[in-house]
């Protein structure tokens, strides 16, 4: 490019709708993004899906400004703008077209957005957890001690430990805590009282097994966890077989619902007395199975298969083992170790032949729930799940899963913050659950919020990627504070390379594309097989493109300078606007300043851009606002001018507080610094 003066530069950019194209291509980014967020979860596909999409953008954006540049569409097709003669040139017609697809690509991405909030129902009364004649009927199983002389038996001493938790949540009246939470207090020295008061319950059960030859002896306490009183204790004694072995269970829950002054229905009895399996080799198996499930690891996951595997060999009708078998492989494939395909293949008879089993199971229905989730059916998905729920209300990982769905794919995120809400208070002390609850917050735009239930999470699970992602993320696009949320960003890709590509959005934010994409060569070197994911961003692109309708809508009316459908047109978009949350991590308030700027609205739209400037926006960079054409009614305004020079200065000031991070060692400014980063994460 020949040497010209900086106003003859920003002439010549908008001569050639370099500006335009740009703002296009945010728009098509941003419904892509939307897009990304139903198809990966719908499809199966790993997580790491959607970051390398959202890097491909960014490294595909400098790439569309040079080719607007360099390129220049005429009636004889795309030519180097070098060869066209200027008084031949039509770009003046071409940027008019990209102003029609802007805005018609905008309102089907509105549409998206508003969709996925209100495509369904709304919301779930919330659950009490104390019954209307004042009695707390909440409790914790601590884990149980292994009084045996043989170590190994820990796995068996915790199987019936999770087995009993298994059979208190089906009493719909007891709030039980969770095994995550309750995992946690093994050999603690903490008191009755400071246990009860940091799970939130009444009362505590405590108890030992020990199995000895072809005997097992099992004693429990029920404690009151203010006054430390026993309020019920019993010893069984027992020949040890599995149908013993249920028995008991039965009697234990029974005893507890009778002490807790709880009422059992016909349909809880007949639950609670179920017997699942009359082969002792086969529980034993199952329980190992699911102790391996519940690290989530790879290669324990991998032997839970196995041992679920050895259960139905030796019981044909051990349902739970089916479900054990389903739920791992939902696992296996979510971590990415299991494609879709293999997925389907393997859990459709599994899942059918539990249904065919026992159909009474919250257990059956939550894995009914996830297959239909996985086939893209979320109606059903959701009726399963909600139906888990109610067979056994303390059944977190049904919860968690509708939760997720509701988040996902209905965008119906008051509901799933109060499922959230009710999985904390069931499972306090698992990270992941309050990571998704933080999730829904920031969606609603309840930033502080979400960032403190983030940091609880860490606090939980110091290692815990999502909770670092999340806080980095808040940082970034809730506060606009972008240097200190690469610090956050930057603790995730330390512990998991997978999170580099998001490491390298603060650079991106900052507009140094040259470091984000150091960030993006780290995550590719590391997974190269996510090279796939262009294929995907492809397809996802072309979903973009392919909404004619509303880019022929647009260009129809507009174009034939019908404004009163074009007013129609802004109105609709405004509304769309102003049903979503407004700022924080999705906020729309910029967007919306944007159509009432079309629609001449100036002192609306400066509002508009205030709040969002306010509550901490700082998406635009590289004179985006001023050359949007979006904006052309308030190009001139000083107060206009005056908002984007202060959202520049603040850019400026967190590039300068990066590189001053960077200069102490706290922040890496490349990949491979990242090992010498002492982080303070200020849990």
Do not use: C
């Amino acid at each position: 490019m020949p040497d010209l003066p900086r106003s003859s530069v920003f002439q010549e950019l908008k001569r050639r709708n370099v500006f335009r194209v740009a703002i296009a291509f945010v728009v098509v980014a941003w419904l892509v993004l939307q897009l990304v967020d139903i198809l990966v979860p719908m499809l199966g596909l790993p997580d790491w899906i959607g970051r390398l999409v959202f890097l491909l953008l960014v490294v595909l954006f400098p790439v569309s400004l040079v080719l607007a540049w360099a390129l220049e569409l005429t009636p004889e097709g795309v030519k180097l703008e070098k060869h066209v003669d200027r008084s031949q040139s039509i770009t003046h017609k071409t940027g008019r077209k990209l102003d029609f697809i802007i805005i018609g690509v905008l309102i089907a991405a509105l549409s998206v957005s508003v969709y996925l909030n209100f495509a369904t129902e709304g919301d779930s009364p919330p659950e009490p957890t104390t019954a209307a004649d004042g009695v707390d009927r909440s409790i914790a199983v601590l884990p149980f001690a292994n009084r045996s002389d043989n170590e190994t038996d820990a796995f068996f001493v915790d199987g019936m430990h999770d087995d009993l938790l298994t059979q208190l949540a089906k009493i719909s009246a007891l709030k039980v805590i969770s095994r995550t939470s309750v995992m946690q207090y093994r050999d603690t020295t903490k008191t009755m009282r400071e246990i009860g008061k940091e799970l939130g319950v009444a009362t505590l059960l405590e108890g030992g097994v020990q199995r000895a030859g072809d005997r097992i002896r099992i004693n429990v306490q029920l404690i009151d966890a203010d006054t430390d009183e026993h309020l019920w204790a019993e010893t069984y004694n027992r020949e040890l077989t599995a149908s013993n072995i249920f028995e008991i269970q039965e009697q234990i829950a029974s005893e507890i619902a009778d002490a807790l002054h709880t009422a059992l229905s016909p349909e809880e009895q007949k639950r609670l007395s179920t017997k699942p399996t009359d082969n002792l080799a086969a529980y034993e198996a199952y329980i190992t199975g699911r102790q391996k499930l519940a690290n989530r690891k790879v290669s324990e996951l991998q032997e839970a298969v196995v041992q679920f595997k050895k259960a139905i060999e030796l019981d044909q009708n051990f349902v739970l083992a089916y479900v054990g078998l389903a739920e791992t492989y939902m696992i296996l494939n979510n971590s990415g170790a299991m494609s879709k395909e293999d997925l389907l293949q393997n859990i459709r008879p599994l899942v059918a032949k539990a249904r065919e089993l026992d159909s009474t199971l919250g257990e059956v229905y939550n894995i009914m729930g996830g297959l239909s989730e996985y086939e893209g059916d979320f109606i059903t998905a959701e009726k399963y799940y909600r139906k888990a729920v109610e067979l056994s209300p303390g059944y977190t990982v049904a919860r968690h899963w509708l939760g997720l769905l509701l988040t996902n794919f209905t965008g119906r995120y008051d509901e799933a913050e109060a499922i959230y809400r009710r999985a904390v208070e069931l499972d306090p002390l698992a990270a992941n659950v309050r990571a998704n609850l933080a999730s829904v917050l920031s969606r609603q735009g309840k930033v502080e919020e979400a960032m403190s239930e983030a940091m609880k999470s860490l606090a939980i699970n110091p290692d815990l990627i999502d909770g670092y992602e999340a806080i980095g993320n808040m940082l970034l696009y809730g506060r606009g504070e972008i240097a200190e949320s690469m610090l956050w960003m930057q603790q995730a890709a330390a512990r998991d390379p997978v999170s580099g590509m998001l490491a390298g959005s603060g650079f991106v934010a900052l507009g140094d594309l040259d470091s984000a994409a150091y960030w993006h060569s780290f995550y590719a070197e590391a997974f190269p097989e996510a090279a796939t994911g262009v294929e995907l961003a492809i397809q996802l692109a072309a979903v973009a493109g392919e909404d004619e309708n509303a880019t022929r809508f647009a260009e129809q009316e507009l174009g034939l300078g019908r404004a009163d459908q074009a007013d129609r047109l802004a109105q609709r978009a405004l509304a769309l606007l102003q049903s979503m949350p407004l700022n924080g991590v999705f906020g729309s308030r910029t967007l919306e300043a944007e159509v009432l700027a079309l629609m001449g609205d100036k002192p609306a739209a400066l509002a508009a851009l205030n709040e969002a400037i306010d509550s901490g926006w700082m998406t635009y960079w590289l004179d985006l606002p001023e050359q949007n054409p979006n904006f052309e009614s308030l190009h001139d305004d000083p107060e206009f001018k005056t908002l984007l020079e202060e959202v520049r200065s603040r850019i400026a000031k967190e590039l300068d507080r990066t590189r001053e991070l960077a200069s102490a060692g706290k922040l890496a400014m490349r990949p491979e610094q990242l090992s010498e980063i002492n982080f303070d994460s200020k849990l």
